[in-house]
């Protein structure tokens, strides 16, 4: 009887595990086969989500630090404005729930991996793109150095001076239409660091540092914990130093008081 209860609960172990597994599979083949429908029903954009988001997280990391400080104001003239990234309003819908999670902001929607949202915003959500005005930042590349930044640990390729030239160019007309240096001290002062952080780095001759100005400072997660660690023991540590001293002086005053009736009782 027992032999056969065992082997019932085993039997009903194997059938949840095998349950739970093939539902899984079934679940993430669903998921899949969906991503390909909308990647076939997707209408095609000239425009490189991938490298719009580079060029958009340089200019995040790499320029707008600079421009809060001074509290300058970029011009919707200006072609690093949030308004003339394509993607921009998509990318703010984009949630990242947890590692392997992703949700639609519109129809909340959730996703496996950050590339299976971007097919579904393209098919699912292309009316919200703004194409008319051929708003691409990934145009901007070879000016903001997206190569440098996303091929970071490739072996550097040959210099060729006519792109080095024509990316340039690209970067002094963006210095010279974002930050004119008619408009006052703030936007004089953010011409020249424009030139200096992304400009001066287009040559072949190599001497040149790319965003020799810096970057956005982030908050390092190891900082953090040890910040909080040290505020939580640092009491505990004033706490120890006390119950050592308090000891100290009484381990002082019961000596006195040894040697005080050890006078006393001494025979003279």
């Not at 640990?153 to 792109?163: D, F, L």
């Not at 210095?175 to 703030?186: I, V, Y």
């Not at 072949?204 to 965003?211: A, D, E, T, V």
Request: proline share 3%.
């Amino acid at each position: 009887m027992e032999k056969t209860t065992a082997t019932t609960l085993i039997l009903l172990l194997i059938s949840f595990f095998l349950q739970q597994t093939l539902s899984k599979e079934i679940g993430e083949d669903a998921a899949e086969r969906t991503v390909k429908q909308e990647k076939q029903h997707a209408h095609e954009v000239h425009c490189s989500r991938e490298r719009s988001r580079a060029a958009w997280n340089i200019v995040e990391e790499y320029l707008m630090p600079f421009v809060e400080r001074e509290n300058y104001q970029i011009s919707s003239k200006c072609r690093l404005h949030p308004d003339n990234d394509l993607f921009r309003d998509q990318e703010q819908h984009k949630i990242h729930v947890d590692i392997n999670e992703w949700k639609c902001g519109y129809c909340k929607k959730s996703f496996r991996a950050e590339k299976y949202i971007d097919q579904h915003f393209d098919s699912r959500h292309y009316n919200l793109l703004n194409v008319s005005e051929g708003k691409c930042l990934a145009d901007l590349c070879g000016a903001l150095h997206c190569d440098f930044v996303m091929n970071s640990k490739s072996p550097k390729t040959k210099c060729n001076p006519a792109a080095v030239a024509k990316n340039r160019h690209l970067c002094e007309s963006l210095a010279d239409t974002c930050f004119p240096l008619n408009q006052g001290r703030s936007a004089s002062h953010l011409h020249e660091l424009f030139l200096h952080q992304f400009c001066d780095a287009h040559t072949c001759s190599g001497k040149k540092k790319h965003f020799p100005k810096g970057r956005k400072k982030q908050t390092s997660v190891i900082y953090l914990a040890l910040s909080i660690l040290t505020l939580m023991l640092l009491p505990l540590f004033y706490l120890i130093v006390y119950l050592y001293q308090r000891e100290m002086r009484q381990g002082t005053q019961n000596l006195r008081r040894i040697t005080r009736v050890g006078q006393k009782t001494k025979p003279s």
